[in-house]
Nanobody, 127 residues
Framework: QVQLVESGGGLVQAGDSLRLSCAASGRTVSSAFMGWFRQAPGKEREFVATMAGITWSGDRSWYADSVKGRFTISRDNAKDTVYLQMNNVKPEDTAVYYC?????????????????WGQGTQVTVSS
């Protein structure tokens, strides 16, 4: 079992930066796909970014078009932690952000392919 705990959310203004963290425990996740999804009120959960584990595609990462060029996913395998650096945030980035992990091969943008989820952290961007 893998437990995921997100942190770093908060209230920021448009154009600001924010870094989310997701700490994993229970087992190492260095070989896992680690991703971020978000869900805004009244909307479905959507893919944000994912990074492959060391046994898959090295440090390859994937991004939703809506965040490409503004958000960066990274990981520290020694700490079993994944990060989401959010730059130039926009009001439409307001959502609960969830960390997810998958230990097997997945379709990176498909939420149901992930096995483990955190409880989420709220990000609110004011205009």
């Amino acid at each position: 079992q893998v437990q995921l705990v997100e942190s770093g959310g908060g209230l920021v203004q448009a154009g600001d930066s924010l870094r989310l963290s997701c700490a994993a425990s229970g087992r190492t996740v260095s070989s896992a796909f680690m991703g971020w999804f978000r869900q805004a009120p009244g909307k479905e959960r959507e893919f944000v970014a994912t990074m492959a584990g060391i046994t898959w595609s090295g440090d390859r990462s994937w991004y939703a078009d809506s965040v490409k060029g503004r958000f960066t996913i990274s990981r520290d395998n020694a700490k079993d932690t994944v990060y989401l650096q959010m730059n130039n945030v926009k009001p439409e980035d307001t959502a609960v952000y969830y960390c997810a992990a998958a230990l097997r091969g997945i379709r990176v943008a498909v939420s149901t392919d992930y096995e483990y989820w955190g409880q989420g952290t709220q990000v609110t961007v004011s205009s």
